[in-house]
T-cell receptor
Framework: DADVTQTPRNRITKTGKRIMLECSQTKGHDRMYWYRQDPGLGLRLIYYSFDVKDINKGEISDGYSVSRQAQAKFSLSLESAIPNQTALYFC??????????????FGSGTRLTVV | AQSVSQHNHHVILSEAASLELGCNYSYGGTVNLFWYVQYPGQHLQLLLKYFSGDPLVKGIKGFEAEFIKSKFSFNLRKPSVQWSDTAEYFCAVNAGSSASKIIFGSGTRLSIRP
């Protein structure tokens, strides 16, 4: 089983629909992140969470919301999807206490298309 | 604010050629530096990282990177590339002593001609 699991892997949705992307992890990391990847723009941070009660906006949080239901689960919602939210979305976790595992562990990504 | 610049958007090489991908960051204090690789259709994987000590860092698959503090650079190198190195490469930086959040560069797509 993957350490960081994202569902769904692919999704096509219509403009104006609400959609939730889910992320769960088995690494026991406190910190979780949501990024979107667009061609030529790299990965941009949407939201991040340092623990269940700590949620922070990233550089492009408008149009998105998140929920940290448990240490292992971090969901990203698009309240009313629009076409320019079409992108590849990645969830990641990190454990800053473990320098041998510094950096992120990424999920496999969710490819979202808004039509 | 931290930022990361990767000036090469697309690099095309022949097999066995040497590779150097540029990465510059903007932050004056202590930084942690990373290179991630994303093979076609896959998620990002950590290639190598620098926290402190020897500025020449060895990573997986024969890759290495050199941290030059005076130039704010962390260039990725490989002496002889293979077709299987075809991927997108991302430089990333995290400032300070804790991995709060990592800022990524825009990526460099590497294409290897067989």
């Amino acid at each position: 089983d993957a350490d960081v699991t994202q569902t769904p892997r692919n999704r096509i949705t219509k403009t104006g629909k609400r959609i939730m992307l889910e992320c769960s992890q088995t690494k026991g990391h406190d910190r979780m992140y949501w990024y979107r990847q667009d061609p030529g723009l790299g990965l941009r941070l949407i939201y991040y969470s340092f623990d269940v009660k700590d949620i922070n906006k990233g550089e492009i949080s408008d149009g998105y919301s998140v929920s940290r239901q448990a240490q292992a689960k971090f969901s990203l919602s698009l309240e009313s999807a629009i076409p320019n939210q079409t992108a590849l979305y990645f969830c990641a976790t990190s454990d800053p206490k473990n320098r041998d595992n510094y950096g992120y562990t990424f999920g496999s990504g969710t490819r979202l298309t808004v039509v | 604010a931290q930022s990361v610049s990767q000036h090469n958007h697309h690099v095309i090489l022949s097999e066995a050629a040497s590779l150097e991908l540029g990465c510059n960051y903007s932050y004056g204090g202590t930084v942690n530096l990373f290179w991630y690789v994303q093979y076609p259709g896959q998620h990002l994987q950590l290639l190598l990282k620098y926290f402190s000590g020897d500025p020449l860092v060895k990573g997986i698959k024969g890759f290495e990177a050199e941290f030059i503090k005076s130039k704010f650079s962390f260039n990725l190198r490989k002496p002889s590339v293979q077709w299987s190195d075809t991927a997108e490469y991302f430089c990333a930086v995290n400032a300070g002593s804790s991995a709060s959040k990592i800022i990524f560069g825009s990526g460099t797509r590497l294409s290897i001609r067989p």
